[in-house]
T-cell receptor, first 115, second 114 residues
Framework: LAKTTQPISMDSYEGQEVNITCSHN???????ITWYQQFPSQGPRFIIQ???TKVTNEVASLFIPADRKSSTLSLPRVSLSDTAVYYC????????????????FGGGTRVLVKP | NAGVMQNPRHLVRRRGQEARLRCSPM?????VYWYRQLPEEGLKFMVY????????ESGMPKERFSAEFPKEGPSILRIQQVVRGDSAAYFC????????????FGQGTRLTVV
């Protein structure tokens, strides 16, 4: 079962770029890397998912090196509303894995955006 | 298309009572997952269900907890004889198939046991 390690917390200021790196040394061949965002008193929300290299959407970018043992979520020009907990997960997509179909959440990274 | 609906949003129960948490998945989704979150912690998987079947309940406590997802109606997480340690936020997620890497979560039910 691939375990992820990410910083407990990060502080930033409005307009800055926030980069959160997640380590997943035991990632399996058929695992994807997925990031979720959770605001206080709300359920997690899917942000982005990738397998290798770089993925970009309207919210964030995800950088994955060739060895896939880590990944970096990049939030461009954050605002106060980006204050949340960000979770990095690895899970198989498209079939069975040793982990089954459940998502395994770690402690996440608490990002605080200051004015 | 409404999102995942959970109710109630807040539930207060006295020790020893039963708590029933409901989850209506997104339209077209037949896979439901329940998670529990204690304050300042990450979400912990409890159970994965498809219509009328429990697929994975490896995260469910062996006693007092049960879950169902009937052919008609919402998924129900039932906690019998609640104790103070059951106080937590319970989140339901759904996905259209077994590939749950992009699961959609509800707003959660916050259970307080007094």
């Amino acid at each position: 079962l691939a375990k992820t390690t990410q910083p407990i917390s990060m502080d930033s200021y409005e307009g800055q770029e926030v980069n959160i790196t997640c380590s997943h040394n035991n990632i399996a061949t058929n695992d994807y890397i997925t990031w979720y965002q959770q605001f206080p008193s709300q359920g997690p929300r899917f942000i982005i998912q990738g397998y290798k290299t770089k993925v970009t959407n309207e919210v964030a970018s995800l950088f994955i090196p060739a060895d896939r043992k880590s990944s970096t979520l990049s939030l461009p020009r954050v605002s106060l509303s980006d204050t949340a907990v960000y979770y990095c997960l690895v899970a198989a997509a498209g079939g069975r894995s040793a982990a089954g179909n459940k998502l395994t959440f770690g402690g996440g990274t608490r990002v605080l955006v200051k004015p | 298309n409404a999102g995942v609906m959970q109710n109630p949003r807040h539930l207060v129960r006295r020790r020893g009572q039963e708590a029933r948490l409901r989850c209506s998945p997104m339209k077209g989704h037949s896979h439901v997952y329940w998670y529990r979150q204690l304050p300042e912690e990450g979400l912990k998987f409890m159970v994965y269900l498809q219509k009328e079947n429990i697929i994975d309940e490896s995260g469910m406590p062996k006693e007092r907890f049960s879950a169902e997802f009937p052919k008609e109606g919402p998924s129900i997480l039932r906690i019998q004889q609640v104790v103070r340690g059951d106080s937590a936020a319970y989140f339901c997620a759904s996905s259209p198939n077994e590939v749950n890497t992009e699961a959609f979560f509800g707003q959660g039910t916050r259970l307080t046991v007094v």
